[in-house]
């Protein structure tokens, strides 16, 4: 078996493929090569290493134990490769083209749009175009270069990374609850109006947590809102209570439109990520901002990992 220091590494990428690809033919076509490179390449690596890769059938190959080791732990390392190399040409080279980037209405007005200022000023031949909306659009079907996403993801197989998170109250407008009172337990909330937030999976059960103490809330909602504003917007006119992030509710409070109420009850803690789209590449330019994106974070305690802090 080949130590380390001896080994050869382009056989990783042709591993990966194959996995992807799931037959040496479609390897091939993916890598633009003959089926013969990549079945040489992966008897080399099978060889160097001393283990069997995969079990290969007329029709299709299929992972070993051993295989399935070596793709979990080389496929992340080759992905940063990527993001590594793709971050040092954008630092030589100045960027080009379109980068489009969308995000939910609070987010990309309370977070994302002055450090999308900041980088176009770097790169003045990018035109970069901000999308908003509470709604999950399709990346590939809309040429999304990178999406901001809150909550928790739905779908597990979107390449993610979580880049923050927040809290999340239930608040309400002063004159509704100078009206209908102020709820003081989660289990007041069932006899109060509620607002429905539609774009969540579940926007009418909500779990709270005060120590030891939880309790799971059903609500029934007359009215409902598709966007951060409407959903702002009717509570403020005295719709009802809702849960919002904290770095949305934070503005609201503190101008006294809103007011948050069962402050001794944590409801679960949401996070902030960046997707990508599905695939095996990620664009220079998507790289370049996520990069100069957590270098800005970090230079602005506004904005910390803890949105709304």
């Known amino acids: 078996m080949t130590t380390a220091n001896e080994f050869d590494l382009n056989g990783l990428p042709i ?7 799931g037959s040496f033919t479609k390897a091939a076509e993916r890598l633009g090569c003959t089926k013969t490179r990549v079945s040489l390449q992966i008897r080399q690596l ?3 290493l001393g283990v069997t890769l995969f079990l290969r059938t007329t029709r299709r190959v299929q992972l070993t134990q051993s295989g399935e080791a070596l793709y979990h732990q080389c496929h992340p390392l080759l992905i940063d490769l990527q993001g590594a190399l793709a971050s040092a040409v954008s630092d030589t080279q100045q960027l080009h083209g379109e980068l489009r980037i969308t995000a939910p209405e609070d987010y990309a007005a309370g977070v994302l749009s002055d450090a999308v200022v900041a980088f176009s000023r770097l790169h003045p031949a990018l ?3 901000l999308r908003s909306g509470d709604q999950v659009s399709d990346m590939v079907q809309d040429g999304i270069d990178l999406a901001f996403r809150l909550g928790w993801l739905k779908d597990s197989t979107l390449r993610a990374r979580r880049i923050g998170t927040f809290q999340q109250h ?3 407008a002063p004159d509704y609850l100078k009206r209908y009172g102020t709820p003081s337990h989660p289990k007041a909330l069932e006899d109060h109006a509620w607002i429905a937030f539609t774009p969540l999976k579940a926007p009418l059960t909500w779990a709270f947590q005060r120590r030891d103490e939880r309790y799971e809330v059903q609500m029934s909602a007359g009215l409902a809102a598709n966007s951060t504003v409407s959903l702002v917007a ?3 006119a005295g719709g009802g209570l809702s ?5 949305t509710a934070a503005p609201e409070i503190a101008a006294g439109r809103l007011v948050r109420v069962l402050y ?6 949401g996070g902030a990520y960046a997707v990508y789209p599905p695939g095996r590449h990620i664009t220079a330019k998507a790289r370049a901002f996520m990069a100069f994106f957590d270098i800005w974070l970090e230079d602005r305690p506004k904005y910390s990992r803890r ?3």
Do not use: N
């Open 234 to 236: 009717l509570m403020v």
């Open 264 to 269: 001794e009850w944590a409801l679960p803690e």
């Open 15 to 21: 591993f990966v493929a194959l996995v992807e690809a």
């Open 170 to 172: 239930v608040v309400a």
């Open 307 to 309: 949105f709304g802090a």
């Open 127 to 129: 035109h970069i175009e």
């Open 46 to 48: 099978e060889t160097r």
């Open 243 to 247: 849960v919002m992030p904290d770095m």
